[in-house]
């Protein structure tokens, strides 16, 4: 059975940062492309970063290039989101997610995409 267990969501002030982490087990994690997506209350959900199964490839929303930062490490089988200078308009629930099929500069933010989903951390950012 295959579960991703996110982590390291919580409250902070604007400005402030974050390291969100997510766990995998039940999957060869060293297989699949990993994804950050977040959702606030009344919007779609949208994608934040991907990267690559080896980490060598990653995308941001242009909402967050510059600020935050996404890595995995294989041997622990973990994703990580590094958030700094946070607004309060990155609040909102963060997941994880794997992928086994290929993507684009474009498509990696398609959530359909992705096979496997963690349940979600909240981020909230106060001003």
């Known amino acids: 059975q295959v579960q991703l267990v996110e982590s390291g969501g919580g409250l902070v002030q604007a400005g402030g940062s974050l390291r969100l982490s997510c766990t995998a087990s039940?999957?060869?994690?060293?297989?699949?492309?990993m994804g950050w997506f977040r959702q606030a209350p009344g919007k779609e959900r949208e994608g934040v970063s991907c990267?690559?199964?080896?980490?060598?490839?990653?995308f941001y929303a242009d909402s967050v290039k510059g600020r935050f930062t996404i890595s995995r490490d294989n041997a622990k089988n973990t994703l990580y989101l590094q958030m700094n200078s946070l607004k309060p308009e990155d609040t909102a629930m963060y997941y994880c997610?794997?992928?086994?099929?290929?993507?684009?500069?474009?498509?990696?933010?398609?959530?359909?995409?992705?096979?496997?989903w963690g349940q979600g951390t909240q981020v909230t950012v106060s001003s």
């Open positions: 039940g999957l060869t994690f060293a297989d699949y492309a």
């Open positions: 990267i690559s199964w080896s980490g060598g490839t990653t």
């Open positions: 997610a794997a992928r086994a099929s290929a993507y684009s500069s474009r498509s990696w933010r398609i959530a359909a995409e992705y096979n496997y």
